[in-house]
Nanobody, 118 residues
Framework: VQLQASGGGLVQPGGSLRLSCAASGVIDSINTMSWYRQPPGKQRELVALITSSSNTNYADSVKGRFTVSRDNAKNTVYLQMNSLKPEDTALYYC?????????????WGQGTQVTVSS
């Protein structure tokens, strides 16, 4: 099983980006899917998560600006980021709780860089 994240880039303050993360391989089911980020020199933090029943939860710092969603048919999770701020600059990672060949494990994607700067 692999997670492939994409969609990062350089954007001006107030702009938008949409991150995607697709799971591939032998997958029986995907439970919670999450986005984390790690700003330069800081620890990794949870940004948003979405459960298998599409319940969502967000970090206070992104509430009202970011939206997490998933497409179960495509084994993909998205993060729509609006009204971006310089403090959103970070390496963004996707994470998923996946059952593969009857084994349940936690997987990480490779990270995609988001830079918010004028």
């Amino acid at each position: 099983v692999q997670l492939q994240a994409s969609g990062g880039g350089l954007v001006q303050p107030g702009g938008s980006l949409r991150l995607s993360c697709a799971a591939s391989g032998v997958i029986d089911s995907i439970n919670t899917m999450s986005w984390y980020r790690q700003p330069p020199g800081k620890q990794r933090e949870l940004v948003a998560l979405i459960t298998s029943s599409s319940n969502t939860n967000y970090a206070d710092s992104v509430k009202g600006r970011f939206t997490v969603s998933r497409d179960n048919a495509k084994n993909t999770v998205y993060l729509q980021m609006n009204s971006l701020k310089p403090e959103d600059t970070a390496l963004y990672y996707c994470n998923a709780d996946i059952t593969s060949s009857w084994r349940r494990r936690n997987y990480w994607g490779q990270g995609t860089q988001v830079t918010v700067s004028s």
